[in-house]
């Protein structure tokens, strides 16, 4: 699996990863219980969705343009 997004968190993560599975990408999202183990720190950029290999590209250039239209 290949990191496709760096999320600024959990529920953005899944929000990207929905909208790749929608598209019929296989979606792994990362960082669930990260957030727990750093205390009072903002549970911010550990949250990441990744990819299978064969579906970077696509992936890739459904995200970026997900962030043009944020």
């Known amino acids: 699996m290949q ?4 999320a600024s968190d959990i529920l953005e993560a899944h ?5 790749l599975r929608s598209r019929h990408l296989e979606v792994y999202v990362d960082g669930h219980y990260l957030h727990g ?6 549970p911010t950029g ?3 969705v990744y990819v299978s290999e064969e579906d970077f590209a696509l992936a890739w250039q459904l995200v970026e ?3 043009k239209a944020e």
């Open 3 to 6: 990191l496709v997004y760096e």
């Open 15 to 19: 929000i990207v990863a929905g909208m």
């Open 37 to 42: 183990a750093i205390g009072e720190m903002a």
């Open 46 to 48: 550990f949250a990441r």
């Open 65 to 67: 343009d997900y962030k």
